[in-house]
């Protein structure tokens, strides 16, 4: 649930370091009545509702009260029935923001402030938590340090299943995940825990997954988290042809190395032919980076992309869809190595990306720059800030084509400290773009 709330300047949600700024800046006071002008009627951000959960008290002033977390590994979690990504208008709070964001590595650059990114662990619910412990990375960190980086981190942080949260808007953030006729193999790339993937299969009974990622403690995590929630289990193949495992693969993978696109292909082909010695599986009909993009310098990223088309083009070269994109009528799927490609019935496939945006709350709260929009932070990880002409044109030169590419803006109230937050995220859905 994302609440509004009254009379609260944006820097009170960023510390003192912001507070000292309204000082020598001039800072708009986001009251009611600010928001209620800057966010649209509740009617039109609802583009995906489900039907609406009863009050839980005849007091209650909320109709949709607050949920259970749903933390990764659990069983029966309640599937969102909300969601609205349009709360304010992103050029207004830039206008108010970009003075703080200033302000703010301007002072770290003279070496002083702290490192919050991870200050309140409950604000992270879209990306992950536990951010900036000790000093901050003056540089770039090497793609070794890197590497170590990310493993040190799912090491310490996802020992604990209480640590990331299930993503469970992201079915209606994109419903073709949730559609059982379009979407029945999804791939995400930097799975982590699985916080992404797991809402998916919940959300679409007929759909199997594939996960990779560059810690080999997160695909770790990932196996076992779909084991525990009890969502690992068996589905049915397509018109009575036997039954398989809903994970098809998870394996650890550097998606930004020169020969990563080529590894996926040949496991994607093989896997939609089944002479691997498993089941058929579909093509691949969407590949997902979920915060992903954003934790790579520029040049990863395109590569991460390349890899990404690589998944999809994988379905095209094996058959697994009509040629121009024109889709074709399911085969049957029989297990054994002799089966005949799987066909998936979507007719357009998609790189379908979700990551941070510009003056985001995690922005604001940055440690050091390093170049542009990208930063660095403590733990030797990294953390860019998209706008959505940003993250399209990294796509073009990644080989895709934007279909769709906007900010998404968040109100929501941190439950324990009261205050109102403003979260923003770029959101991206790409196809090939082979002309």
Known sequence: MHAKGAGEPLHAALG?????????????????????????????????????????SPSSPCP????????????????ASEYHDADFSWEEHASEARPLLEARLLEAAEGGGEDEAGAEREEEEEGRGGEGRGEEAAEAPSRADYFDAWEAF?????????????????PLAFPALADEARTRHVFELGCGAGSALLPVLRANAA??????????????????????????????APRGGGRTGRVAGAFALDATSAGAPVLVRSHFSNLLSGSSGAAAVPAVDAVLLVFTLGALDREGQVAALRTAAAALRAGREGGGRGEGGGGSEA??????????????????????????????????????????????RSDGTLCYFFSPGDLAETAK???????????????????????????????????????
């Not at 995906?48 to 959960?53: A, C, D, W």
């Not at 990306?353 to 660095?376: M, Q, W, Y």
């Not at 968040?410 to 002309?435: K, S, W, Y």
């Open 397 to 435: 030169r990644a080989g895709l084509r934007a279909v769709a590419c906007r900010w998404a803006t968040v109100e929501r109230r941190n439950r324990r400290t009261g205050q109102l937050l403003r979260r923003v995220f770029a959101h991206g859905e790409f196809e090939l773009d082979d002309e």
């Open 64 to 79: 949709f009260p607050p949920t259970r977390t749903a933390f990764v590994g659990q069983r029966d979690v309640v599937p």
């Open 331 to 376: 085969r049957p799927c029989s297990p054994g190595p002799s089966s005949s490609p799987c066909p998936s019935p979507s007719s357009s496939p998609r790189v379908l990306v979700r990551d941070h945006g510009l003056f985001d709350l995690t922005h604001l709260r940055a440690p050091r720059r390093l170049e542009g929009n990208l930063h660095s």
């Open 154 to 170: 799912h090491a310490r942080d996802n020992g604990s299943s209480r640590f990331y949260k299930e993503r469970r808007y992201l």
């Open 16 to 56: 003192p370091t912001a507070a000292a700024v309204t000082t020598t800046t001039t800072t708009t006071t986001i009251t009611t009545k600010t928001a209620a002008r800057m966010a649209p009627p509740r009617q039109q951000r609802q583009r995906q509702q489900g039907p609406p959960r009863a009050s839980s």
């Open 207 to 236: 759909a199997v997954v594939s996960a990779s990622d560059v810690s080999p403690r997160a695909v770790a995590a990932f196996l076992e988290a779909a084991r525990s929630s009890g969502l690992a289990g068996r589905r049915s």
